[in-house]
């Protein structure tokens, strides 16, 4: 009995390894409130982990990206300059094999989004991987729900039923965006982009090695000052849209991926059994 439990014990240290060894580590990279972003995250998404790093003045080196996180969360609050260099390094990352997911406010500083009031500087060389140009205007500042019909089944959309961005300054902050050739939309906007097309909520696309996911919703707006009361300002399955996209970024955006023990843990199980085996032999006698 005694050992039983031991066995017992080892498996479940082993199954806990294995969702440690799954657990995506997230950075997340804005001109603002990235700290407080990856701490909401962090609090709602325990799956995960989360660092926050100001990108406002500088950014980090490619081999440092490589080595402490997956996938990156890239979002913006208010243009800013750095932007070009940001999204140059964040190009690399993805083309490395590792996963970038947008958020609002993207948008606002893609190269195309030239027919609002905002002039943009660009996230130069992401821009020719990334999963969405703008409607030509970005952010709707409108109300964004989440088209009920327009949910495909996928990873992406798991437990997604609902999500929507209800108020913000001067408006709410979602949506305004159109889908490229070649990029996959897993769930739409209600209102359609300034173009009269879709707007799309959740999208991806895959370019080589690099897979960039974007979510159209401000992934920061839990931590807003203003406007960042959940369930008045923003509802739904907001904090499962954002794990969903970590969890596939894990995986470099591949659908059949089926998950596995790490090494050791695997190591572990096989010394369990084994030994569980030995103890039992003598249960079985040769005749």
């Known amino acids: 009995m005694l050992f039983t439990f031991r066995l017992l014990a080892a498996v479940a240290v ?3 390894l294995a969702t440690a060894a799954h ?17 909401d995250f962090a609090a709602k998404i325990p799956a995960h982990t989360f660092t926050g790093i100001d990108v406002s003045a500088g950014v980090p080196t490619l081999d440092v990206l ?10 913006e609050d208010g243009v800013f300059a750095n932007a070009t260099a940001v999204g140059n390094r964040a190009a690399e990352f993805a083309s490395g094999g590792r996963t970038v997911v ?7 500083d893609r190269s195309d989004a030239t027919g609002g009031v905002i002039t943009p500087h660009g996230w130069g060389n992401l821009e020719a991987i ?12 409108a109300v964004r729900t989440l088209a009920a019909t327009a949910i495909a089944r996928h990873p992406l959309t798991r ?3 609902s999500l929507a961005a209800l108020r913000g300054d001067p408006g709410p902050y979602a949506g305004g965006n159109q889908a490229k050739p070649g990029s996959v939309v897993v769930a739409a906007w209600s209102q359609p982009n300034a173009r009269g097309g879709i707007d799309p909520a959740i999208a991806y696309k895959i370019t080589r090695r690099a897979c960039v996911i974007h979510v159209a919703i401000a992934p920061h707006y839990g931590v807003l000052p203003t406007f960042g009361t959940f369930g008045v300002d923003f509802s739904g399955d907001f904090y499962r849209v954002w794990k969903n ?9 591949r659908e059949n991926s089926i998950p596995t023990l790490s090494d050791w843990a695997l190591a572990m199980l096989a010394l369990a059994l084994a030994a569980f085996a030995f103890a039992n032999r003598r249960s079985f006698p040769l005749r």
């Open 159 to 161: 437990g997604v039923q």
């Open 23 to 39: 657990a995506a580590r997230v950075g997340v990279l804005s001109n603002k409130l990235a700290a407080a972003t990856a701490a």
């Open 102 to 108: 947008l958020g609002t406010f993207y948008d606002q």
């Open 130 to 141: 990334d999963a969405n140009t703008t409607d030509g205007i970005g952010t709707a500042y």
């Open 14 to 16: 082993a199954c806990a």
């Open 245 to 253: 996209a970590f969890d596939f970024g894990r995986l470099n955006c």
């Open 66 to 75: 490589l080595a402490n996180f997956d996938v990156l969360l890239l979002y």
